[in-house]
């Protein structure tokens, strides 16, 4: 994001103001460069090192003309829905890059995986390994398979977004695992592909990545001292992004030095280099998109003061959820407005329906503030409560911004009621 020589905000050369003007508000926008780049930055960190697929993990942001600009730059996908395999194929992106995660894939869900030539699918207990098998057998389409294995490490994250620990439902446990394995190797459809892991989101410590390797790699010995040859590693997402003053480690700075350590190990064994994947999500979109909002009202209630915008919890979600912090700015400067610190809120009917709390602000009603590092876990995770359509959705590139998703109607909204 700059500010042009009138001090209006622009992103990759458009000016927000006038995107706010054109396409109305709340308006996502994104900058496909700011993505484009993000995603080069984990391709180029493993060039040269090892067998690599980065798949973006497609719940952070799942606009289609988004997975189309992922795909076409190389990468694979990690998806946990049959809603987000759509997606991909919409894309035109290449399901034979895909891994398909989750703990609760339905027998329809796995059924359309394999005919669609999903690549792999990450297993989350054994019940649901005798499915996939099961649904393999069924259709004589061979599955690939990789356990997702819960290493029990601290992500040193958010409660909500740790998923490594023993007690988050993710995965299956280290003790647990061979046997899910066994049962996979001498399963006449499913085929044991590789073993998956990942620790939780929003990581600002790269520690955690090497503990969780460690406890990997020790479990691969194990299964191969059982005669089962792992050769694929699943390192999972989960590298932060700066909401506020946040120092996450750089893919650059991870990635090689976990690709070193795979390889130290592979060469102590006496075994081939494995084949590697990551599953980043926020750290390609994240910083890549903001939410446009327009300020409806200005409000005090005895001393505090509130600034009502059209944007709500149900546009971005994660300051109710989580209590998130994300950076709230005017596009354009407003020297006839008194500066007072505003809690910036929503039009829904919650006290949890805040998008910032106390920030010093010099706005008006009409105004248009960008709201922060909204490009991931922020479209994704809207819903239509107190019955509002979804935003719209723009990309911008080289100044041009495009419509990707139309804002929803009111027609939308009753359409599946009145479709009984
Ligand atoms: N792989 C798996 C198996 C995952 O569960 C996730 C995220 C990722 C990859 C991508 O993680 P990332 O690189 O984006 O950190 N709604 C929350 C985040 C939930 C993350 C869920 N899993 C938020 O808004 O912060």
């Not at 003007?21 to 900058?31: E, K, R, W």
């Not at 479990?219 to 059982?226: G, K, S, T, V």
């Not at 610190?341 to 009917?349: E, S």
Request: net charge negative; charged share 20%.
């Amino acid at each position: 994001m700059q500010t042009d020589s009138s001090g209006q905000l622009t992103f990759e050369g458009a000016a927000l103001n006038s995107l706010a003007a054109q396409f109305g508000t709340p308006l996502y926008v994104y900058s496909a460069q700011a993505i484009r780049s993000a995603y080069q930055s984990y391709a180029k960190a493993c060039e040269g090192l090892a067998d690599v697929t980065i798949c973006y993990a497609i719940k952070a942001n799942s606009n289609i003309h988004i997975l189309k600009l992922l795909a076409d730059e190389g990468a694979g996908f990690d998806l946990v829905s049959a809603g987000e395999l759509a997606r991909v194929l919409a894309a035109g992106g290449n399901p034979a890059k895909a891994v398909f995660a989750g703990v609760g894939k339905s027998v329809d869900e796995i059924e359309y995986a394999l005919k669609a030539g999903v690549g792999c699918f990450n297993v989350e207990s054994a019940a649901e390994m005798v499915r996939i098998g099961e649904v393999a057998q069924r259709l004589q389409i061979k599955a690939n398979v990789s356990v997702r294995v819960n290493p029990d490490v601290d992500a040193k994250t958010h409660p909500y977004i740790s998923t490594g620990l023993k007690e988050n439902k993710f995965g299956v446990s280290m003790a647990a695992a061979p046997v899910v394995y066994a049962h996979a190797h001498q399963h006449p459809w499913l085929s044991v592909h590789g073993i998956d892991c990942h620790i939780g989101s929003q990581l600002t410590d790269a520690s955690p990545y090497f503990d969780a390797l460690d406890r990997v790699l020790a479990l691969l010995d194990q299964l191969a001292a059982q005669g089962i040859v792992v050769n694929h590693l699943d390192l999972g997402g989960g590298i932060g992004i700066r909401y506020r003053d946040e120092t996450p480690p750089k893919p650059a700075d991870v990635l090689p030095k976990l690709i070193a350590r795979v390889k130290t190990w592979a060469t102590a064994q006496g075994r081939s280099m494995p084949s590697l994947s990551f599953e980043p999500g926020r750290s390609i979109v994240g910083n890549a998109g903001v939410l446009l909002t327009e300020v409806e009202f200005l409000k005090e209630n005895e001393g505090k003061h509130f600034a009502i915008v059209d944007a709500a919890m149900n546009d971005l979600m994660r300051p109710a959820m989580y209590e998130a912090f994300h950076g709230v700015v005017a596009v354009k400067p407003n020297p006839t407005a008194q500066a007072n610190t505003y809690d910036v809120v929503g039009p829904v009917c919650e006290s949890g329906d805040w998008l910032a709390r106390n920030r010093e602000l010099a706005i008006e009603q009409g105004d248009v503030l960008a709201i922060l590092s909204a490009g991931a876990y922020g479209q994704t995770m809207a819903s239509n409560y107190n019955s509002r359509g979804r935003a719209a959705e723009v990309l911008v590139e080289n100044g041009q911004a495009r419509l990707i998703r139309r804002r929803e109607t009111i027609e939308d909204l009753l359409r599946p009621e009145q479709d009984v």
